[in-house]
């Protein structure tokens, strides 16, 4: 057997992420390491030798559907379609807010440090928040930054009535405290779900928690968005993280599903995962589900979001998911790319969860 590193990690904008770093020829960027899990020799996902084509869908959902010449795939789970549809719905809906009773909704980010990889995440953000017509305010922060500093930004967005979403982008530096810092933020402004009071409703039933985490959100969404059922499917969570895993579980028991999750201790995870109707991948490792641990006509919600060398791509690297999408794809009924898939979702989540916000304290249908 070889031990692989599991790790939990997300496409959210608020992933946690370490530099690239080269093993086995494998370029990796995930989060921090939690354990280890013994699957067998990692290896490199072998692509298929027939060629894919793509064709659309008749499906009135955005339905791209993959298939060979002599053998049927699943269908494609197009986030990126999906993404861009909610956008303009918030659009819609943030105009109509606008014309009503003449609130904007606002996006508050807080940056410490001058990370690139988040920085490019904050730009995104704020680049997405104005497409949809909302309001993006920005505090950029060096890194030798105090934690009282943060906090009061925080605490003037908290106050501030123009600002109905805060989020302070992760990682922090690490002399500051992070669950001092994300606890500050304001319940009714907690756009990211990160607040454990969000969270501990979203572990109790007949609770109903003011916001959902992004990325698990988006996942879900997903899932309805294509008419795939829930309820009373057995269904697979890969990685326990409190941004992906934790949350995509308690949603998905909200759903009445039977889950079960699998994690850096458990031991032959395929015989879970080869059970599953439903299975949400978190974990950061390349091509780590492979076909032989998926049961035929399961769906397939890939969060990972990994590159490895490619040396054919102009940057030297591919992305690539935590499932081997050339396998999978041949056994599962429905799958997400990566990327187009589970990325795209989060940052519309966000802009969703600001807009609830702002209609939740002005009281506007």
């Not at 990796?28 to 020799?41: E, F």
């Not at 992070?178 to 969000?198: M, R, Y």
């Amino acid at each position: 057997m070889v031990s692989m590193i599991f790790s939990d990690c997300s496409s959210s904008a608020t992933a946690r992420l370490l530099p690239l770093s080269r093993q086995h020829g494998v370029v990796s960027l995930s989060r921090l390491a939690v354990g280890r899990l013994h699957v067998g020799p990692p290896g490199r996902c072998s692509p298929s030798s027939r060629t894919l084509t793509l064709h659309s869908s008749t499906s009135p959902s955005p339905v791209v559907t993959a298939s060979t010449a002599t053998e049927a795939s699943a269908k494609v789970i197009d986030g990126k379609s999906v993404a861009k549809q909610i956008r303009d719905e918030i659009t819609a809906e943030v105009s109509r807010m606008k014309d009503a009773i003449g609130v904007i909704p606002g996006l508050a980010v807080i940056l410490v440090g001058d990370r690139k990889d988040s920085a490019t995440y904050v730009r995104n953000k704020k680049k997405a928040s104005e497409s949809v017509g909302i309001n993006s305010f920005e505090v950029r922060l060096p890194e030798d930054s105090t934690e009282q500093e943060v906090l009061k930004f925080i605490s003037d967005f908290n106050d501030d009535p123009s600002v109905h979403g805060i989020l302070v982008q992760l990682p922090l530096p690490s002399h500051m405290n992070e669950q001092n810092i994300l606890n500050a933020v304001s319940i009714e402004k907690d756009v990211d779900g990160f607040h454990p009071l969000n969270i501990g409703r979203l572990a109790m039933r007949d609770r109903e928690p003011l916001f959902v985490p992004c990325t698990p959100k988006g996942c879900i969404e997903l899932l309805h968005r294509y008419d795939i059922g829930i309820k009373g499917k057995r269904a697979v969570v890969i990685g326990r993280s409190n941004i992906v895993g934790m949350p995509a579980a308690l949603l998905l028991q909200r759903e009445d599903a039977t889950i079960s999750i699998v994690h850096s201790r458990t031991k032959n995870p395929e015989e879970f995962t080869r059970q599953a109707d439903i299975i949400i991948s978190a974990v950061g490792q390349p091509n780590m589900i492979r076909g032989s641990w998926i049961k035929p006509g399961a769906v397939i919600i890939d969060v990972g979001i990994n590159p490895v060398e490619d040396t054919k791509s102009p940057r030297g690297y591919r992305l690539v998911g935590d499932v081997c999408y050339e396998e999978a794809c041949k056994i599962a009924s429905a799958i997400t790319p990566v990327p187009g898939g589970v990325g795209p979702m989060t940052i519309a989540m966000l802009l969703s969860n600001t807009l609830t916000s702002a209609k939740r304290i002005h009281n506007f249908q």
